[in-house]
């Protein structure tokens, strides 16, 4: 136990937040699952044979900063995923029926699944807690803890990579993958530390769910909030569901960038929208299914006034990659109350293959009414206010009770599952040793923290 402290300790060491953690990240795309209308693609990731793939996939970009590799910012970003799909469409597109190709196709699953998350959930979520808890450095080892404590999420897999595949992916497209060329033995020390992190979670997690919990307390009793909190765990889900209906079509060579539109937030017609562009709530979101080019957005991603005006806005996306899924789009000045507002990405805005897209895409949403004017307008959602001493609430002592599970029986998808029960039980997985403190364990521990993502705003 003292150890386990001593390391959760390292927890206060200032460091840059990374988005989701890599449990986290599985439960997400677990989530996502059950929100895959039936279909092919729904019975491909339910295989029981196929949920670990596409949890390691999950986990595959956060591997790359465990093995101290570039590879691992360069595959959280739609240049790999394009890459990858290309690959996957060469070497197996006669048939994708083979274990082989269902193999990737889960992983690919999973890799998009992570770095569509991070982009939702930083630019909605983590931003929101910077402004009402004050400061969310810490909020990925946080939700972490948080997750595997209230909701045991049963994800504790030991990862599994092809890393000949990989080693492949990078030098069929330099032009994509910035000239890098991992080896074979640098994504298997990614494999096995983040298998390792994965355990030492499962393991230890509890031992920094209150501090965390008292830090963060907006957080804490937000991040599972279903649908109603933009970028919570569940929310994030829904965009994912969508992007993976849109991955199948690009993987089968059917897509066309038209029918790639994911979702926006707000949701079209939304009212109460934020007015104070100081507010993380102002910005609003639009997401597509394949990455789009940064430099195609001047004069062709635009905020409207009631009268078709342009308002002046930045449009942009939340790091620095120049092909992304999410543009936000927030007003250089404070927006007017109680007007309608249409966000439009125009024909001129092109895909990482240079594509155009066919028509414009727009949504609207409308401003909150003025304080003196409320009556009059729908009710705005109660403000939540910090409490003076944040406590959270009572739980038993430990790393939650686990039945014996045996191997990995795979997700139910046969029926959508209530979003507060967690992931289905389905046992323990095929995940690492965790009982008791093996240097394995801790070793994986250290490395949560120590294999951050390292981004420029």
Do not use: K
């Amino acid at each position: 136990m003292q150890v386990a402290l001593a390391f959760a300790a390292v927890l206060v060491v200032p460091l840059r937040a990374s988005a989701n953690g890599i449990v986290s990240h599985m439960h997400i795309s677990d989530l996502a699952l059950r929100r895959l209308p039936p279909g092919e693609l729904r019975d491909l990731l339910s295989d029981p044979e196929l949920v670990d793939i596409y949890r390691a996939g999950s986990v595959f970009p956060d591997s790359g900063y465990a093995a101290s590799d570039a590879y691992g910012e360069i595959c959280h970003w739609e240049p790999f995923t394009t890459a990858y799909i290309r690959w996957i469409r060469e070497n197996h597109g006669d048939d994708l029926t083979t274990p082989e190709a269902r193999f990737h196709i889960a992983f690919l699953m999973g890799q998009a699944s992570h770095g569509l998350a991070d982009q939702v959930f930083d630019s909605l979520f983590m931003a929101r807690t910077t402004q009402l808890d004050g400061d969310s450095s810490n909020l990925d080892t946080a939700a972490e803890g948080w997750l595997v404590v209230e909701h045991d999420p049963r994800n504790e897999i030991e990862a599994v990579f092809d890393g000949e595949a990989m080693v492949d992916v990078f030098a069929g497209y330099p032009e994509l993958l910035d000239d890098h060329d991992p080896d074979a033995a640098t994504f298997e020390t990614g494999r096995v530390q983040i298998s390792r992190a994965i355990g030492a979670i499962y393991a230890f997690g509890w031992t920094w769910y209150d501090m965390y919990w008292i830090e963060m307390p907006w957080a804490a009793t937000h991040y599972y909030e279903a649908d109603n909190v933009p970028g919570s765990l569940p929310h994030v889900a829904t965009f994912v569901a969508e992007y993976w209906q849109v991955l199948w079509e690009r993987v089968h060579g059917r897509d066309t960038l038209g029918e790639s539109f994911l979702g926006t937030w707000p949701e079209d017609g939304a009212v109460n929208f934020e007015t104070a562009r100081d507010r993380v709530e102002s910005r609003a979101m639009i997401v597509f299914g394949h990455g789009l080019d940064r430099s195609t957005f001047g004069g062709n991603v635009r905020l409207l006034d009631p009268e078709g005006a342009v308002v002046p806005a930045e449009a942009r996306f939340i790091y620095g990659s120049p092909f992304a899924n999410a543009i936000l789009v927030q007003a250089n000045d404070d927006l007017a109350y109680d007007t309608e507002y249409v966000v439009e990405v125009g024909t001129g805005v092109r895909d990482i293959d240079a594509r155009a897209i066919p028509e414009p895409v727009s949504f609207s949403f409308r401003t909150r009414c003025a304080p003196d004017r409320l009556g009059d307008c729908p009710p705005l959602p109660e403000e939540w206010v910090r409490p003076e001493d944040p406590m959270p609430p009572p739980r038993d002592a430990g790393r939650p009770r686990r039945p014996d599970g045996g191997t990995d029986a795979g997700i139910d998808a046969g029926s959508e599952a209530t979003i507060d029960a967690g992931t289905p039980d389905v046992g323990g997985g095929g995940g690492c040793a965790t009982s008791g403190a093996s240097s394995g364990a801790l070793l994986g521990l250290a490395v949560t923290w120590l294999a951050r993502r390292r981004r420029t705003r």
